[in-house]
């Protein structure tokens, strides 16, 4: 069985990060090993949440693993809450990267056009480091945006685009995909380019005009796990656009519609037949 970390919050409430990647990454049939980087009463998006910063647990936590000779066939990194803790996801990376191993980075740290709460420029610097470590990176719009320095357009050209994923390319990530990317009118879905093979790849699904928080976590976290399913990148973006799309609908279907999150527990017995 594939054994994938995946280094992300924990918000006890919120269906996001690990409350989500966990269970996916599960149902797509790999061990998910957690690493959790804080402990927040909600995500950020409540008008209140507790946070518990976590960092001093990641060394000890890692160096059991290590004595251990613990070897994981993918790293794949979320929402992290501080520039310290980018800094120490590095360090993993260093040490349980190896040549066969996928590290995918979700840079989680803003969405239409803004930052999250908790971020400032120096964040972003840092996730920037971050990336030159990935195989793969999966921003949206507005995190591309911010990590190479381009404006943020919320009407754009494909042009656009394909400059955003030549720029994150540069970053020394091998392949990067933004989400949320809408060409047409009424549709939606993601554009990813692999700098090795000078290659785009475009899928566009229905598009629906209401967002919800964490729907980037369950893309990723969907990608990742059909990624280890044995599925190539651009096959799993195209599954992970779907469930994410089949999932916002289902959610919206619900008269008691979470607006903290998706209902992608009645749709994940779909995703593993899909
Ligand atoms: O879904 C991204 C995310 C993850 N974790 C926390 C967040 C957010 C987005 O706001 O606040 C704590």
Redesign the pocket.
């Known amino acids: 069985m594939r054994r994938v970390l995946t280094i992300?919050?924990i918000?006890c409430m919120?269906k996001?990060?690990l409350t989500v990647a966990l269970p996916i990454i599960s149902a797509l049939g790999s061990e998910a090993v957690i690493l959790p980087t804080a402990l927040?009463s909600t995500?950020?998006?409540f008008s209140e949440y507790t946070f518990k910063d976590l960092s001093d647990q990641i060394e000890p936590i890692t160096g059991v693993w290590k004595n251990e000779g613990v070897k994981f066939d993918a790293i794949y990194t979320?929402?992290l809450g501080t520039i310290g803790q980018i800094r120490q996801v590095t360090d993993i990376f260093r040490t349980f990267g190896t040549k066969d191993n996928l590290i995918v980075v979700d840079p989680?740290m803003a969405d239409l056009g803004k930052l999250?709460p908790a971020f400032d420029m120096e964040y972003v610097k840092a996730n920037l480091e971050l990336c030159r470590y990935a195989d793969i990176i999966l921003p949206n719009i507005t995190e591309a945006a911010f990590l190479t320095g381009m404006d943020y357009r919320e009407n754009y050209s494909e042009h656009y685009i394909k400059e955003l994923l030549k720029r994150l390319a540069d970053t020394g990530a091998g392949i990067a995909v933004l989400t949320g990317v809408s060409l047409e009118q009424g549709k939606t879905g993601v554009m990813g380019y692999d700098k090795n093979k000078d290659e785009f790849y475009v899928y566009q699904n229905r598009k629906i005009d209401k967002s919800f928080?964490?729907t980037?976590?369950v893309f990723s976290a969907t990608a990742v796990g059909e990624m280890m399913r044995g599925r190539d990148w651009k096959e799993a973006m195209r599954i992970a656009a779907d469930y994410t799309v089949r999932t916002i609908e289902a959610t919206l279907d619900d008269p008691d519609e979470p607006w903290y999150g998706v209902n992608f527990e009645s749709t994940i017995a779909d995703l593993v037949n899909m």
């Open positions: 992300q919050d918000s919120g996001c990060s927040l995500h950020t998006a979320g929402y989680a999250y928080h964490g980037g976590d």
